[in-house]
């Protein structure tokens, strides 16, 4: 039945095509680059199709490659799911979860050792970013937790949580808030997210017009802002789940409790398939398990 797919050929074009270099992809799977083309154009003869543009020093998936790309990886990655499962188990299973520096600061780590108590032997290897990792090429990574407005229709994705801002201050400033202001706390995004809510929205909804006149000071990240926030720097617009900690800590306190605005919301993303793979399915259970107080 499947004695005339072309296995090898199959197996280096989805190397080539997610690392989108016939180079890598020789170095990926320990062969020559002359070698990789030669699979890659005999399946390309196979097909009856081009597979990839050769544009001089690179090449680019076409349009077909990448319908192949796609179905090529899921398929690939179940194989090795269930060869995995077949092989025995032993020592510790390592995941690899990417997330933005922030979230992994102020909420995941802190509670991290809550999943490695139900689950002693699997250890989560966490890479911090601000940039999108390309999950379907990047087959490194396990699992991504994202937060944003975006969908992701090529992905598996659980809702984690959604967030709100709303103002908060250190115990020590919130005295002088009630005597007319403060300086105000921002972050300076090099990309901001649309559609996330700025100190101007929360002024209009809150009535202090105070706020537009204030000294506002930006950081560079979001767990920066609360700590200057925390050491009684100024006044802070923060999401609802970065600031959960610090609240139940004592470190900062709400001002203006009753003047709230709609956040974005944070997922859990994966190439579709690797959420069965039992360790990965261990963590997204757990996730939802911590974050299911903290969903609207």
């Given amino acids: 039945m499947f004695a005339r797919l072309p296995l090898t050929a199959l197996r280096t074009f989805e190397s080539a095509a997610r690392l989108a270099s016939f180079r890598a992809a020789a170095l990926e799977l320990n062969v020559t680059p002359t070698a990789v083309s030669h699979q890659i154009r005999g399946l390309e003869q196979w097909l009856g199709v081009l597979l990839f543009e050769r544009l001089g020093r690179g090449v680019r998936v076409t349009e077909a490659g990448e319908r192949l790309r796609r179905s090529l990886h899921g398929a690939l990655l179940e194989i090795d799911h269930s060869l995995e499962a077949l092989r ?3 020592g510790e299973q390592s995941i690899s979860l990417t997330t933005m520096p922030a979230f992994a600061a102020l909420w995941l780590i802190p509670r991290l050792g809550r999943f490695y108590r139900q689950h ?28 944003g407005l975006g969908d992701y229709p090529q992905l598996f994705q ?21 005597n007319g202001g ?45 700590q200057a926030a925390i050491s009684g720097q100024g006044l802070a617009l923060a999401s609802s ?27 859990a993303l994966c190439v579709p398939g690797r959420e069965r793979q039992p360790a990965v399915k261990a963590l997204l259970d757990w996730l939802v398990e911590e974050t299911a107080q903290l969903v609207d």
């Fill in 88 to 90: 025995p188990q032993a």
């Fill in 120 to 147: 002693p032997g699997i250890r989560v290897r966490i890479e911090t970013s601000h940039e999108l990792v390309d999950l379907e090429r990047d087959a490194s990574i396990d699992l991504a937790i994202r937060c």
């Fill in 158 to 178: 659980r809702e984690l949580m959604k967030e709100r801002f709303a103002a908060y201050a250190a115990p020590q400033l919130h005295e002088r808030l009630a």
């Fill in 182 to 226: 403060a300086d105000l706390i921002g972050v300076g995004w090099e990309a901001p997210l649309s559609g996330l809510p700025s100190w101007q929205n929360w002024a209009e909804l809150a009535g202090e017009p105070w706020v537009s006149t204030a000294t506002c000071r930006d950081y560079p990240d979001e767990h920066y802002a609360l």
């Fill in 241 to 267: 789940v970065l600031v959960s900690d610090s609240l139940a800590n004592g470190l900062l306190q709400p001002y203006r409790a009753d003047i709230s605005l709609p956040g974005a919301r944070y997922l």
